[in-house]
């Protein structure tokens, strides 16, 4: 960094209101860190600009330093994505928390990024519509973030992820460039920007408005609860269900470990013995509903359902969801640590996945609680440990890299929706070539020549790969013999 950090404070309060900078420690401890809380650093300030004139100044002062810059929305992030730089500024969105408009006959809104996802299907209800992709963390993550991970959620089967579901985005370059990307019309042209920008991790752009899809609220939902005596049954049971033409609004699976931990905790009406179970939502109107249910019912007593289960009302509807939706912070009750991993497979591989993780948590001697979204194939195993046990917190960390190169190895992919931070920034080694990750950062430079947007994320260094090369060579897993190329 070529400013010294007094210096940086005083052109920060030059382009900033008083109460939009934070350079004191205990003002900057709330951001040392995102949902993946083994991982911490504090950054010199903290910005928290009311206007976009303010986020462009922030930029441009930073860019002519040569400070870098992490953007962060509320922190729910699970891959390290909003982790500080120790030598940069962190760019909080949290004051963009405004809905600017609810189109109704477009079925669309444009809101700032600081906006809660709930918060969009919340305003948009009197008409009749919601925002669909709806993450567990729905009620205090925000759209700028969700744009950064491409997140999902329990709905993402039948109506896509965030890059599916936002029709326009502003953007802002380290430049303080104003960037207009997509737009309200079926097509834009030239190349698909937007899409590029979803799950970028913030190493591109700076999203400061997005215009995202509404969608007319279902007529009729009605959620199905199926027991069963095997994970691997269970498993089974996903692809039977997606093979039969039958498309779930939402489609999740738990396990035994994380049955007794939802159920100990939100009292959903589980079966607390159930090896796993599923949880089948069908929606549309009245006779589309009831002829997906008896066709699912009938899949699924044929698949090995040893009990079914279909939610009497829509208060018991929303209490099975809740049950899920609440899944993580009850595993929490279970251990005083855990790591929660995500990563995406073919559906056909599921029973092969759960039944080689529980082989791999004996072998590390860890307990793992597995919940996803089963319908595409997403998962998310919870890795229990103790931080203050010595070696646990490494131990975790190498069973959830072993899971992660298991789904690279069944031809599945590292993230589905938890984007890739710090955390699985070594699996990316294994997933990709060195002449893709060259690509990558050849799409990296062009938008951030300097490298200062979230820099240490996402995309590995060709050197790191080769360092995490030697260490794995034994194994046979990763072999880089045209490095000395780039």
């Known amino acids: 960094m070529s400013a010294a950090p007094a210096t940086l404070f005083t052109d920060l309060r030059a382009v900033l209101p008083g109460d939009a900078l934070l350079i004191r420690e205990e003002e900057l401890r709330p951001y040392e860190c995102d949902g993946l809380t083994a991982y911490r650093a504090l950054p010199l300030a903290v910005a928290l600009p009311h206007t976009v004139e303010e986020v462009v100044n922030v930029l441009r002062l930073c860019r002519a330093r040569g400070v ?10 699970l891959s390290g994505g909003a982790l500080p730089h120790a030598e940069g500024v962190v760019l909080s969105l949290a004051r963009f928390n405004r809905i600017l408009e609810i189109d109704p006959l477009a079925r669309s809104a444009r809101v700032e990024p600081g906006v809660r996802n709930l918060a969009i299907s919340e305003a948009a209800r ?5 925002y669909a992709p709806d993450p567990s963390s729905q009620i205090a993550c925000t759209i700028g973030g969700n744009v950064a991970e491409n997140s999902g959620g329990v709905h993402c089967l039948k109506y896509g992820l965030t890059v599916h579901n936002v029709l326009a985005l502003e953007a802002l370059t380290i430049e303080g460039e104003r960037l207009t990307l997509g ?5 834009a042209p030239g190349y698909d920007l937007l899409a590029l920008l979803m799950g970028s991790e913030g190493l591109l752009a700076v999203v400061v408005e997005a215009t995202v899809r509404l969608l007319p609220l279902p007529q009729c939902a009605r959620v199905l609860l199926a027991a069963f005596d095997s994970v ?11 093979a039969a033409g039958v498309i779930p609004a939402g489609l999740e699976m738990m396990d035994r470990l994380a049955v007794e931990a939802a159920e100990d905790f939100v009292h959903a009406g589980y079966p ?8 089948c939502e069908v929606d549309g109107d009245e006779q589309e509903v009831a002829a997906a249910l008896a066709r699912v ?7 090995g359902a040893r009990e079914l289960c279909v939610a009497r009302d829509e208060a018991e509807r929303q209490l099975f969801w809740k049950g899920r939706k609440a899944a993580f912070p009850a595993v929490g009750r279970l251990s005083p640590d855990y790591y929660c991993i995500d990563g995406t497979i073919p559906r056909s591989k599921l029973a092969e996945v759960l039944t080689r993780i529980a082989e791999l948590s004996r072998e590390h001697g860890l307990r793992v609680a597995n919940v996803f979204h089963a319908g595409d194939g997403n998962l998310h195993p919870l890795i229990l440990y103790d931080a203050n046990t010595p070696g646990e917190l490494a131990r975790a960390e190498a069973l959830g890299a072993a899971i992660m190169e298991l789904c690279i190895a069944v031809g599945g992919t590292i993230t589905g929706e938890h984007g890739v931070g710090v955390e699985k920034i070594n699996q990316m080694c294994v997933q990709f070539t060195p002449a893709e990750l060259e690509q990558f950062h050849a799409v ?5 020549p300097a490298g200062l947007l979230n820099p240490g994320k996402a995309v590995p260094t060709l050197a790191r790969c080769a360092e995490y090369g030697r260490i794995h060579v034994h194994r046979g897993e990763l072999r880089f013999p045209d490095l000395e190329r780039y």
């Open 272 to 279: 607390r013995d159930a090896a796993a179970i599923l949880l």
């Open 126 to 130: 009197p008409y009749g519509l919601y």
């Open 68 to 77: 870098p810059v992490v953007a962060r929305g509320a922190g729910t992030g």
């Open 444 to 448: 990296k430079r062009a938008f951030d």
């Open 297 to 303: 019912q009938e899949i699924l007593k044929h698949a």
């Open 183 to 187: 737009g309200r019309a079926a097509d």
């Open 232 to 242: 691997v049954t269970a498993g089974n049971a996903v692809g039977a269900i997606i």
